[in-house]
T-cell receptor, first 113, second 113 residues
């Protein structure tokens, strides 16, 4: 089955620790995105990448880092510099040739204790 | 950068009535406007989209209208059903979803049987 896989689904970490969320897609999509979802704030863009080895900051990139070494993978690291990391994180991808539809993963819920 | 405002944040309608959700955007370069539906505990999924060369688009009980001059677009759901209950997000993007996609805060729609 083609799709986007995010892992882990739930993650608990202590304050001050870096955390890496995985996002893998086998859809052969070019662009990949990371969004953060908080109640009442919608989906806010953290980072996006249109091609391998290139990525752009979104609206709330501070305290986060990403890499895009392979087309299929776009991991997100939540660093200790992120002041309020507890949230639901969604990864998405889109192919350059399709209508523009974002395909989302099932999300990762991070709780920092 | 782009700013998408969405209202109302919550909406309750009786089954069979219509529901309207409105969004405004700020960047005149945006020309792709998708709508996503997120059911409880699930990932957002595209339900309809419209491009700036079109004023209205319909798909069964769902329609979207776009006024590019006023920079606003709306989602219309007719003959609402309980399964329409979900959070709906509008979004805006230049040249399709391959580029930066900015979302509104979401509207929680409740359809009362």
């Amino acid at each position: 089955d083609g799709g986007i896989t995010q892992s882990p689904k739930y993650l608990f970490r202590k304050e001050g620790q870096n955390v890496t969320l995985s996002c893998e897609q086998n859809l052969n999509h070019d662009a990949m995105y990371w969004y953060r979802q908080d109640p009442g704030q919608g989906l806010r863009l953290i980072y996006y990448s249109q091609i391998v080895n290139d990525f752009q900051k979104g609206d709330i990139a501070e305290g986060y880092s990403v890499s895009r070494e392979k087309k299929e993978s776009f991991p997100l690291t939540v660093t200790s510099a992120q002041k309020n990391p507890t949230a639901f994180y969604l990864c998405a991808s889109v192919t350059r040739t399709n209508t523009g539809e974002l395909f989302f993963g099932e999300g990762s819920r991070l709780t920092v204790l | 950068g782009e700013n998408v405002e969405q209202h109302p944040s919550t909406l309750s309608v009786q089954e069979g009535d219509s529901a309207v959700i409105k969004c405004t955007y700020s960047d005149s370069a945006s020309n792709y406007f998708p709508w996503y539906k997120q059911e409880l505990g699930k990932r957002p999924q595209l339900i309809i989209d419209i491009r700036s060369n079109v004023g209205e688009k319909k798909d069964q009980r769902i329609a979207v209208t776009l006024n590019k001059t006023a920079k606003h677009f709306s989602l219309h759901i007719t003959e609402t059903q309980p399964e329409d209950s979900a959070v709906y997000f509008c979004a805006a993007s230049p040249s399709g979803g391959y580029q930066k996609v900015t979302f509104g805060i979401g509207t929680k729609l409740q359809v009362i049987p």
